[in-house]
């Protein structure tokens, strides 16, 4: 049986074990089997002071109806702040690994003991299933255990047909839980990894590796914050008011003409997603539209010849290393 521990706290302790307390829980627990009590500390303190590993972002939202919002989020479910989190559990509701381990770390011993409690009494879940349970140290009011299906990692389309409906009703259970339970927000995770192998394919067959030439105190900055048009503006922008590259460090030299006779010469080289192109014209600030007629549909970059190519997005670039050379010594590259 399993021995539980109470630890009185001091006023001086309590600021100390809000920030640590779910590290201290862990250990006791693994070293001991001691399910620790910290009285006069929120249970949610040590979740709440966790730091997210990712910089939380709204992708894409919509109304479905005027108080039905559904929204897509990069971030870390752990700190995630919503109502509920839904944990992608298997039926025996086991954090083995992935996102289920990462919760049950982040959210303390509190949660695979509840839910072990669940499973003695009311045997394992099926796959659709979803059931409520504290969240421990997460952020969140709740967390949500969902049994969805499984599927290889190289799956075709009559396997990931024959699970859809699986999928379907975890979700649709998921709601349900919601509902009952009077939550206003539900996180709920991908049930895999999304990736396009015929755009990924596309993407690395468009690429090039292109050359910039810039002075040197924006080198620090691009390996920062990526290309910026204001950075390094050639001398003459003949094809567009964009992020100019040459397909050559020679042809940097017709480029920025007026970094010519500084002592050291610096250019990134870089990974560029030319997309499809056409060539370029002085004053553009987007690319042109393409055929069709549609304005909204535009050229992914413009060209000025063989050796120029002008982005206008600096996600398009990806600073691969830093050239630093003068016009007597050899290349060094970092």
């Not at 997309?275 to 987007?286: E, F, H, N, Q």
Request: with cysteine; proline share 6%.
């Amino acid at each position: 049986m399993a021995k539980s521990l109470n630890i009185p706290l001091e006023e001086e302790m309590v600021s100390i074990l809000g920030q640590c307390g779910s590290a201290l829980t862990n250990v006791l627990q693994s070293k001991f089997g001691c399910t620790t009590v910290l009285h006069g500390v929120d249970a949610t303190c040590a979740g709440q002071s966790r730091k997210p590993s990712v910089f939380p972002e709204e992708r894409f939202s919509t109304h479905l109806s005027k108080s039905f919002k559904v929204s897509v989020w990069k971030d870390d479910l752990t700190t995630h702040r919503v109502d509920a989190v839904v944990n992608a559990a298997n039926n025996r509701l086991k954090h083995c690994g992935g996102l289920t381990k990462a919760l049950s770390d982040a959210g303390g011993p509190a949660i695979q003991q509840d839910i072990d409690q669940y499973i003695f009494r009311q045997g394992k879940l099926s796959i659709g299933d979803a059931i409520i349970a504290p969240p421990g140290y997460l952020p969140c009011r709740n967390i949500i255990h969902a049994v969805g299906p499984n599927l290889p990692y190289n799956n075709r389309k009559y396997e990931v047909d024959n699970v859809t409906p699986q999928l379907q009703r975890a979700v649709l259970s998921i709601l349900k839980v919601v509902k009952q339970d009077n939550l206003q927000s539900v996180a709920i995770p991908a049930v895999e990894k999304v990736e396009n192998s015929t755009l990924k394919h596309l993407f690395e067959i468009k690429k090039r590796q292109l050359y910039q030439r810039l002075p040197v105190q924006y080198c620090d900055l691009v390996s920062r914050v990526g290309f910026q048009r204001e950075f390094a503006p050639p001398d003459e922008q003949n094809h567009g008011e964009g992020i100019y590259f040459s397909s050559s460090v020679h042809g940097t030299e017709k480029l920025w003409r007026r970094l010519a006779d500084e002592e050291y010469l610096y250019f990134f080289a870089a990974q560029v997603q030319t997309g499809k192109s056409t060539i370029g014209t002085p004053g553009l600030i987007v690319p042109p539209e393409t055929p069709g007629g549609d304005p909204l549909i535009l050229y992914d970059s413009v060209e000025g010849g063989v050796d120029t190519c002008v982005i206008f997005n600096g996600h398009q670039a990806l600073p691969e290393y830093l050239i630093i050379c003068t016009k007597k010594t050899s290349t060094h590259k970092f």
